[in-house]
């Protein structure tokens, strides 16, 4: 009979018992190095994750997927024979000790290869040459999967025809049919799909790009999809707004552990205002724990942020750290009559290694030019700005960062919101200290501040409405800073006053120790707030 282990290959024999744990963890990394090599196994941040395709949705695309105790235990099997020795020398087979498997999983350490993005075209390294080569760059810290002979070739120093060839493809063919309302808007949609090329080459965070209409059917998804295709040959992977906090950092965490190059978050139409995305948009690394797999796990972020809906209401810090792409069909069934020079997404499929060589040109004109800096600036994404508004400009591209005074003025409707409660604040109470219960009288009509009362009891919202206010302390709207008292009114609620800050208002300040009563200004003493306010004001009163 033959033997079934002829032929096998030959692993390490590692015995378990008897022995220090970190002699038999010391052997099990060295088994691991021999079998690792070329990778399979990778460290995202500080969790163990595969590059592997996708069983589930069967289209061969490649992703990323945690590596859990039950597997890794597996793994570890099949790369070295686990062993427990008698007192007479004798070997008995078991299975790698949970011990072993629960060290790897909690502080994997540098003994797998670190892996920051997975991406599927060639793209430009953090020092500016173009990966090529399929499978993992160590310097880079990329995997480059490559689905199809992509015939690419770049020049080093690309003609001015080339670079004109290549911007006209991207933002001619394949996105000039697309209703942009301004330049800013258009040049923000080819920056984002640039900027899936250079990632690497931005030493820091970056925003995320509003994509955002008027009504249903203007092509909002479909722009976000042709955004990630030449990139990615896929369209935006798809993550649906979340219900509060909490269940945003669970799936931002779970999103982020895939390594993914972009995430959509698409069709919001609540306002988008979590704290947690605020947050993860202006960090290198997310800290969070895997349920099953880490306590505290540290993840890489460098994705690609895209979110698509109908008149986008960012609010509290997520506008300046946003990039808006406008789109307006200005009329009222934008999908009866939407017509492109070519069908879209199967025309940019079938030419998806022209449309990437395309990008490629743009950025390696950029590099061959000595790679000039952008000279407008968003604050907390410097190097960002510095890089694609370099690119852009290089490739004579206007608009770039165009638009965000109006971002600012016309879709931070939150904002807005709480300046017309100033005014109204202002018209009816002057710089005289009041308590929540009277600025409740203000603010439960406003259809903007909605999300902030909730839809509890009377209570319910005026204490939401305290707790926003004791947020927004210190904070200037329309010509009045928000002021907190050191005291409190009977129930223990936090007191407030306005007080002026605009020159033209200082004349009606108000100090502390006078401001208190009741006391109601007129109409002619606020004469900062607007005729719309006023009788917005009026009404709720009739």
């Given at each position: 009979?033959?033997?079934?282990?002829?032929?096998a290959?030959?692993?390490?024999?590692?015995?378990?018992n008897?022995?220090?744990?970190?002699?038999?963890?010391?052997?099990?990394?060295?088994?691991?190095?021999?079998?690792?090599?070329?990778?399979s196994?990778?460290?995202?941040?500080?969790?163990?994750?595969?590059?592997?395709?996708?069983?589930?949705?069967?289209?061969?695309?490649?992703?990323?997927?945690?590596?859990?105790?039950?597997?890794?235990?597996?793994?570890?099997?099949?790369?070295?024979?686990?062993?427990?020795?008698?007192?007479?020398?004798?070997?008995?087979?078991?299975?790698?000790?949970q011990?072993?498997v629960?060290?790897?999983?909690?502080q994997?350490?540098?003994?797998?290869?670190?892996?920051?993005?997975?991406?599927?075209?060639?793209?430009?390294?953090?020092?500016g040459?173009?990966?090529?080569?399929?499978?993992?760059?160590?310097?880079?810290?990329?995997?480059?999967?490559a689905?199809?002979?992509?015939?690419?070739?770049?020049?080093?120093?690309?003609t001015?025809d080339?670079?004109?060839?290549?911007?006209?493809?991207?933002?001619?063919?394949?996105?000039?049919?697309f209703?942009?309302?301004?330049?800013?808007s258009?040049a923000?949609?080819?920056?984002?799909?640039?900027?899936?090329?250079v990632?690497?080459?931005?030493?820091?965070?970056?925003?995320?790009?509003?994509?955002d209409?008027?009504?249903?059917?203007?092509?909002?998804?479909?722009?976000?999809?042709m955004?990630?295709?030449?990139?990615?040959?896929?369209?935006?992977?798809?993550?649906?707004e979340?219900?509060?906090?909490?269940?945003?950092?669970?799936?931002?965490?779970?999103?982020?552990?895939?390594?993914?190059?972009?995430?959509?978050?698409?069709?919001?139409?609540?306002?988008?205002?979590?704290?947690?995305?605020?947050?993860?948009?202006?960090?290198?690394v997310?800290?969070?724990?895997?349920?099953?797999?880490?306590?505290?796990?540290?993840?890489?972020?460098?994705?690609?942020w895209?979110?698509?809906?109908?008149?986008?209401?960012?609010?509290?810090?997520?506008?300046?750290?946003?990039?808006?792409?406008?789109?307006?069909?200005g009329?009222?069934?934008?999908?009866?009559?939407?017509?492109?020079?070519?069908?879209?997404?199967?025309?940019?499929e079938?030419?998806?290694?022209?449309?990437?060589?395309?990008?490629?040109?743009l950025?390696?004109?950029?590099?061959?030019?000595?790679?000039?800096?952008?000279?407008?600036?968003?604050?907390?994404?410097?190097?960002?700005?510095?890089?694609m508004?370099?690119?852009?400009?290089?490739?004579?591209v206007?608009?770039?960062?165009?638009?965000?005074?109006?971002?600012?003025?016309?879709?931070?409707?939150?904002?807005?919101?709480?300046?017309?409660?100033?005014?109204?604040?202002?018209?009816?109470?002057?710089?005289?200290?009041?308590?929540?219960?009277?600025?409740?009288?203000?603010?439960?009509?406003?259809?903007?501040?909605?999300?902030?009362l909730?839809?509890?009891?009377?209570?319910?919202?005026?204490?939401?409405?305290?707790?926003?206010?004791?947020?927004?302390?210190?904070?200037?709207?329309?010509?009045?800073?928000?002021?907190?008292?050191?005291?409190?009114?009977?129930?223990?609620?936090?007191?407030f006053?306005?007080?002026?800050?605009?020159?033209?208002?200082?004349?009606?300040?108000?100090?502390?120790?006078?401001?208190?009563?009741?006391?109601?200004?007129?109409?002619?003493?606020?004469?900062?707030?607007?005729?719309?306010q006023?009788?917005?004001?009026?009404?709720?009163?009739?």
């Amino acid at each position: 009979m033959d033997d079934p282990n002829v032929g096998a290959p030959q692993r390490p024999v590692i015995i378990i018992n008897r022995r220090e744990l970190r002699d038999v963890l010391t052997d099990t990394v060295a088994a691991i190095r021999a079998a690792n090599e070329p990778p399979s196994i990778f460290r995202v941040g500080t969790v163990l994750a595969t590059v592997q395709a996708n069983p589930i949705d069967n289209d061969d695309q490649p992703a990323i997927e945690v590596l859990e105790r039950p597997t890794l235990r597996k793994w570890l099997s099949e790369i070295a024979d686990f062993r427990t020795q008698s007192a007479e020398g004798d070997l008995t087979p078991t299975f790698p000790p949970q011990d072993i498997v629960n060290t790897l999983i909690s502080q994997p350490g540098h003994d797998f290869p670190r892996l920051d993005l997975v991406v599927h075209s060639p793209v430009f390294s953090a020092s500016g040459e173009i990966i090529t080569t399929p499978g993992y760059n160590p310097a880079n810290h990329t995997f480059y999967v490559a689905h199809e002979q992509q015939e690419i070739v770049v020049p080093a120093t690309p003609t001015n025809d080339k670079v004109v060839a290549a911007r006209h493809l991207l933002m001619g063919d394949l996105m000039g049919d697309f209703p942009f309302v301004d330049d800013a808007s258009r040049a923000h949609a080819l920056a984002a799909l640039l900027q899936l090329f250079v990632r690497k080459m931005i030493d820091g965070p970056t925003p995320i790009y509003l994509v955002d209409s008027p009504t249903q059917g203007t092509g909002k998804g479909l722009l976000a999809d042709m955004i990630c295709l030449p990139a990615t040959s896929q369209a935006a992977p798809a993550f649906p707004e979340a219900k509060d906090d909490d269940e945003w950092r669970k799936g931002i965490t779970a999103k982020l552990a895939e390594a993914p190059t972009a995430i959509l978050i698409d069709n919001v139409k609540k306002p988008l205002g979590s704290a947690v995305l605020a947050l993860v948009l202006t960090r290198r690394v997310w800290r969070d724990r895997i349920l099953g797999v880490s306590k505290n796990a540290k993840l890489p972020v460098e994705v690609l942020w895209l979110a698509t809906g109908n008149n986008l209401r960012p609010t509290g810090d997520i506008p300046r750290r946003s990039i808006w792409i406008r789109l307006d069909a200005g009329m009222e069934r934008p999908w009866l009559d939407r017509k492109f020079r070519h069908e879209l997404p199967a025309w940019a499929e079938s030419n998806r290694a022209e449309l990437a060589q395309a990008a490629l040109v743009l950025v390696q004109n950029w590099i061959a030019r000595g790679k000039p800096f952008g000279t407008r600036v968003l604050g907390s994404f410097e190097s960002w700005s510095r890089v694609m508004g370099g690119i852009l400009n290089a490739a004579d591209v206007r608009g770039f960062l165009g638009n965000l005074e109006r971002l600012y003025d016309e879709i931070d409707e939150m904002r807005a919101s709480w300046r017309e409660l100033v005014a109204s604040w202002h018209a009816h109470h002057a710089t005289a200290v009041v308590g929540t219960a009277q600025l409740y009288l203000l603010a439960r009509d406003d259809e903007g501040l909605a999300h902030v009362l909730g839809d509890g009891s009377e209570e319910s919202r005026r204490i939401r409405l305290g707790r926003a206010l004791g947020r927004l302390a210190d904070q200037v709207f329309g010509g009045y800073r928000i002021r907190k008292t050191a005291r409190r009114d009977r129930s223990g609620r936090n007191l407030f006053y306005l007080e002026p800050v605009a020159p033209e208002a200082t004349s009606a300040a108000v100090p502390l120790e006078a401001a208190s009563g009741n006391a109601t200004a007129s109409a002619a003493e606020a004469s900062s707030v607007s005729i719309r306010q006023m009788r917005r004001v009026a009404k709720r009163y009739e």
